[in-house]
Each structure stands twice: as structure tokens, then as C-alpha cells.
């Protein structure tokens, strides 16, 4: 095969800035939120302006999520920037839908507060992106939205859903599995190299996202196994908005990478640059999401999405503190007087804690380059860190080393510990490979695929 490359972007989560985002009831919801909503159409203009003239590749890939909550304008208007870049460049644009392009009651804001506005239904995603995908595939699985697209010569991308009209985030049953085998080894049989894109990660992005059940593929060793043992060592995802590449192996041996990126809309803002170099052998490259026209205070693009990030985990701290129930209702936790109090002083406790003085409640001493950091500080960096990739905390830091004290500490009282699909893991281990990075650089990389 000749060398192939293409551009992937993430959680577009485009938002028609005319239905609405505005108001107190809109600022009080941003508080919360990792991604920007009000500033998407501006953010994807821009980046979709720099694909336009980006001219290392002429495919780009899209791997879910691509309005903000199934808006009807919404995919008017990003279906619209598809044709645009389509018709400018001449690139070929292939797509895969997620569970936040489809809903019956998707919402805008303004000053009136929370508004309803015109959703989307499953089968309507077919008419908004056909010509992405879906009408030129060579395989097409309709009550999916899923295909198989020549990408050129030697190379063909899978492209699976696993969020389906009536049910998201679904398990693959038997068939749809038997499915993409037949399209893996139709592949093989023609001499083509497979790779695959699906929006929900096939392995959790950091060790400890494993627990939650929405942050990766449901029964995913299955899905491993169907690809890998059938010649697909390789695919790439979205939907947690973080920035990671990982690896694991079938049951028979065979490699099979996860390269999951960043959204476009938030905190890490990245794109990817692939480079197949032949069968076994892809190069990551990432490039940051180009800034955008808003009014960001005086920021740059990066930085303001930073400060969106921080700003959702500060809040939360400052909500345990100031406003218990408040902080109880997003975390969908009980909320009785008693849990209330219990918040409360603990959020009295955490704004005022040191690194070094949570260490002294934990009999474990400090390093004393940050031991007069306030907690709160230090953990919103940690938060952001797992999310940005490349996690620095690892040991041989003043901060990796503080928190193996802690976690070893902590580990008598974690008696079990489970990931969401039964697994079990060990409390140190899945902590240390949290918040420090041992493995594969998350931004650039050379894979070797067998």
C-alpha cells in the first residue's frame, strides 16, 4: 500500500448560536460544564477554515457527537460546513453520529431561562450526512449508520455506532459483531489494510475512567477481539474529550491501539494528523484546534477553554462549600440535612487545605516544593491533567511521588475496587497510571501495529 494520511476531528458538538445562549440561567449552566455551548459555532468555523487550506491530507475523519444535544439547526448548519469544506477543498469527509446527535427535547437559554427547542430523531441523521459517508460506502449497515469506506487503494475504514435509535451506548450483540468480522476479513481477502473509528472508546482513555460505565465500550474485550483477530489493529475515538493513545492485546495475541482525542469545543482542544505508513506501521501527530473570533477577555483560544475546564472543577469545590444541595443534585448523589452538613464542612475543609496538610491528615509528608500548594489548586491541575494526557505526576516528581504516599496510605481502606464491566484492579496501580503517564506519548506517536 501507498502511504495514506488523513485529519481526524472530535466532539464537534456544534451549536446554532441563533437558538440561544444566553441569560443567567445559561451562565449558571456553563459553570458546570467542561465544553464551551454559546462559542461551538465560532470554534468549528474556525477550525473547519483551517481544513479548508490544511493541505498535508484530503480526507478527514469525524468521530462523533457532532451537534451539541441533536438541535434540528444545528445540523442544518453543521451539515452545511461539511458541504462547504467538501466543495472548497475537495476533501472526502467521513462521519460517524453519537448519542448527543439525536434527541426529542434538546434546550437553548436565554433571558427567560431554559428553552426548548426542535430535535432531531435518529432516523433523520441519514438525510443530514449521506454524503459523508454513508452514500459512497462499499458496505452500508443502515440500522446502524454504520460502513465500510475505501479510503484509497490499500486502505478501508470501519466505521461502527454504538449509539442506535432507541438505545445509546450499546452493547454489540452477536450479530452486528459476525458484521464487522465479515467486513474485516472482506479486507483481508482483497489485499486491504482495515482501520476503524467509532465515537465511544474502545479502552478507557486513563486507568481510573474504567469504572465509569458511560466512558467506554460496553463488553469491549468482545469488540478487541472481532477487530484485532480479524486484521484491525487499529481505531480511533472520542466522546470522553480527553487526549490518549493506548494498547492492549486479544486473546490471541494480536495488538490493537485506541487512539482517542480531544474534543474541538473544549479543554484539550486538539486535531490529529494520521499517517499510515504501510500495514504495520501509523504516525500520530497532534495539532491544536486553530483560535477562533469571540470575545475571550483578552485570551487566546487555548487558554480560554482552559479556564472553561478549571472553572467546572472549581465550581463543584466551591458548591460543597457554599451550596451542598446544589452539589448533591450534579452528582446525583442522596441529599438529606445530614449530607448536606457533611459537604458543607468538608468543602469548608478542602478550600482551605494545603497539599502538605492533607498529607499530615494521612500521616504522609509532603514534598516540600508544593506542600504549600492549596489543595484545591493542585487537584484542579491534577483533574485537568487526566483529560490534557501526557499526565506528569509520575514518580520521581515532587507530585507523583506525594501522591504515591497517598495512595498507598489509602489503599487498606479500598478493599475492592472494580472497573464498570467486572474487572478487577489493583487500587495503587490504577492510580499511579492516572494521574502519571508510563506509556505511549498521547500526543505524538509512532504505533506499531503487529
Same mark, same amino acid.
Given at each position: 500500500?501507498?502511504?495514506?494520511?488523513?485529519?481526524? /476531528?472530535?466532539?464537534?458538538?456544534?451549536?446554532?448560536?441563533?437558538?440561544?445562549?444566553?441569560?443567567?440561567?445559561?451562565?449558571?449552566?456553563?459553570?458546570?460544564?467542561?465544553?464551551?455551548?454559546?462559542?461551538?459555532?465560532?470554534?468549528?468555523?474556525? &477550525?473547519?477554515?483551517?481544513?479548508?487550506?490544511?493541505?498535508?491530507?484530503?480526507?478527514?475523519?469525524?468521530?462523533?457527537?457532532?451537534?451539541?444535544?441533536?438541535?434540528?439547526?444545528?445540523?442544518?448548519?453543521?451539515?452545511?460546513?461539511?458541504?462547504?469544506?467538501?466543495?472548497?477543498?475537495?476533501?472526502?469527509?467521513?462521519? &460517524?453520529?453519537?448519542?448527543?446527535?439525536?434527541?426529542?427535547?434538546?434546550?437553548?437559554?436565554?433571558?427567560?431561562?431554559?428553552?426548548? @427547542?426542535?430535535?432531531?430523531?435518529?432516523?433523520?441523521?441519514?438525510?443530514?450526512?449521506?454524503?459523508?459517508?454513508?452514500?459512497?460506502?462499499?458496505?452500508?449497515?443502515?440500522?446502524?449508520?454504520?460502513?465500510?469506506?475505501?479510503?484509497?487503494?490499500?486502505?478501508?475504514?470501519?466505521?461502527?455506532?454504538? !449509539?442506535?435509535?432507541?438505545?445509546?451506548?450499546?452493547?454489540?450483540?452477536? *450479530?452486528?459483531?459476525?458484521?464487522?468480522?465479515?467486513?474485516?476479513?472482506?479486507?483481508?481477502?482483497?489485499?486491504?489494510?482495515?482501520?476503524?473509528?467509532?465515537?465511544?472508546? /474502545?479502552?478507557?482513555?486513563?486507568?481510573?475512567?474504567?469504572?465509569?460505565?458511560?466512558?467506554?465500550?460496553?463488553?469491549?474485550?468482545?469488540?478487541?477481539?472481532?477487530?484485532?483477530?480479524?486484521?484491525?489493529?487499529?481505531?480511533?475515538?472520542?466522546?470522553?474529550?480527553?487526549?490518549?493513545?493506548?494498547?492492549?492485546?486479544?486473546?490471541?495475541?494480536?495488538?490493537?491501539?485506541? /487512539?482517542?482525542?480531544?474534543?474541538?469545543?473544549?479543554?484539550?482542544?486538539?486535531?490529529?494528523?494520521?499517517?499510515?505508513?504501510?500495514?504495520?506501521?501509523? *504516525?500520530?501527530?497532534?495539532?491544536? @484546534?486553530?483560535?477562533?473570533?469571540?470575545?475571550?477577555?483578552?485570551?487566546?483560544?487555548?487558554?480560554?477553554?482552559?479556564?472553561?475546564?478549571?472553572?467546572?472543577?472549581?465550581?463543584?469545590?466551591?458548591?460543597?462549600?457554599?451550596?451542598?444541595?446544589?452539589?448533591?443534585?450534579?452528582?446525583?448523589?442522596?441529599?438529606?440535612?445530614?449530607?448536606?452538613?457533611?459537604?458543607?464542612?468538608?468543602?469548608?475543609?478542602?478550600?482551605?487545605?494545603?497539599?502538605?496538610?492533607?498529607?499530615?491528615?494521612?500521616? /504522609?509528608?509532603? !514534598?516540600?516544593?508544593?506542600?504549600?500548594?492549596?489543595? @484545591?489548586?493542585?487537584?484542579?491541575?491534577? @483533574?485537568?491533567?487526566?483529560?490534557?494526557?501526557?499526565?506528569?505526576?509520575? *514518580?520521581?516528581?515532587?507530585?507523583?511521588?506525594?501522591?504515591?504516599?497517598?495512595?498507598?496510605?489509602?489503599?487498606?481502606?479500598?478493599?475492592?475496587?472494580?472497573?464498570?464491566?467486572?474487572?478487577?484492579?489493583?487500587?495503587?496501580?490504577?492510580?499511579?497510571?492516572?494521574?502519571?503517564?508510563?506509556?505511549?506519548?498521547?500526543?505524538?506517536?509512532?504505533?506499531?501495529?503487529?
Amino acid at each position: 500500500m501507498e502511504p495514506l494520511k488523513f485529519y481526524l /476531528v472530535t466532539d464537534t458538538h456544534y451549536f446554532r448560536n441563533s437558538l440561544g445562549a444566553y441569560g443567567k440561567a445559561y451562565d449558571e449552566f456553563m459553570e458546570t460544564q467542561q465544553k464551551c455551548f454559546g462559542e461551538t459555532q465560532a470554534i468549528n468555523e474556525a &477550525v473547519f477554515d483551517w481544513l479548508t487550506t490544511a493541505d498535508a491530507a484530503d480526507i478527514v475523519l469525524i468521530a462523533g457527537d457532532l451537534s451539541f444535544n441533536g438541535e434540528k439547526e444545528s445540523h442544518e448548519g453543521f451539515s452545511r460546513l461539511l458541504h462547504e469544506l467538501k466543495e472548497k477543498s475537495g476533501k472526502r469527509i467521513y462521519v &460517524v453520529t453519537a448519542g448527543h446527535d439525536f434527541n426529542d427535547h434538546p434546550f437553548a437559554f436565554n433571558d427567560t431561562g431554559r428553552i426548548e @427547542v426542535e430535535g432531531t430523531k435518529f432516523s433523520e441523521l441519514y438525510d443530514y450526512y449521506k454524503d459523508f459517508g454513508y452514500d459512497d460506502a462499499i458496505e452500508f449497515n443502515k440500522e446502524h449508520l454504520s460502513y465500510v469506506a475505501q479510503l484509497s487503494d490499500g486502505v478501508r475504514l470501519l466505521v461502527i455506532c454504538n !449509539d442506535i435509535d432507541g438505545e445509546k451506548h450499546i452493547t454489540y450483540d452477536d *450479530e452486528f459483531l459476525a458484521w464487522m468480522a465479515a467486513q474485516a476479513k472482506k479486507a483481508q481477502e482483497d489485499g486491504q489494510m482495515m482501520i476503524a473509528m467509532e465515537h465511544s472508546p /474502545v479502552l478507557p482513555g486513563q486507568p481510573m475512567l474504567a469504572m465509569i460505565g458511560d466512558a467506554w465500550q460496553s463488553e469491549s474485550q468482545k469488540l478487541v477481539d472481532t477487530l484485532a483477530d480479524n486484521g484491525v489493529h487499529l481505531i480511533f475515538t472520542g466522546h470522553m474529550h480527553n487526549q490518549s493513545i493506548n494498547v492492549t492485546e486479544s486473546a490471541n495475541g494480536n495488538k490493537f491501539y485506541d /487512539v482517542c482525542t480531544g474534543s474541538a469545543i473544549g479543554c484539550p482542544a486538539y486535531l490529529r494528523l494520521v499517517t499510515l505508513k504501510d500495514e504495520a506501521t501509523a *504516525e500520530i501527530e497532534s495539532i491544536p @484546534v486553530p483560535d477562533f473570533e469571540w470575545d475571550k477577555k483578552g485570551m487566546t483560544g487555548e487558554e480560554y477553554l482552559k479556564v472553561q475546564f478549571d472553572r467546572m472543577i472549581r465550581t463543584f469545590v466551591d458548591a460543597m462549600r457554599d451550596d451542598p444541595a446544589r452539589f448533591l443534585g450534579k452528582i446525583h448523589a442522596k441529599n438529606t440535612p445530614a449530607i448536606r452538613r457533611a459537604v458543607h464542612i468538608l468543602g469548608k475543609r478542602l478550600s482551605k487545605l494545603t497539599v502538605g496538610g492533607l498529607g499530615r491528615l494521612l500521616f /504522609v509528608r509532603a !514534598d516540600p516544593q508544593i506542600k504549600d500548594v492549596r489543595f @484545591v489548586d493542585f487537584a484542579v491541575d491534577l @483533574v485537568r491533567s487526566i483529560f490534557e494526557g501526557n499526565q506528569p505526576y509520575v *514518580e520521581g516528581t515532587p507530585g507523583g511521588d506525594t501522591l504515591m504516599k497517598i495512595f498507598k496510605k489509602l489503599r487498606p481502606f479500598v478493599k475492592t475496587l472494580k472497573d464498570s464491566q467486572g474487572n478487577q484492579l489493583d487500587f495503587v496501580e490504577t492510580m499511579k497510571h492516572t494521574v502519571g503517564n508510563y506509556g505511549i506519548d498521547d500526543y505524538n506517536a509512532v504505533l506499531k501495529l503487529k
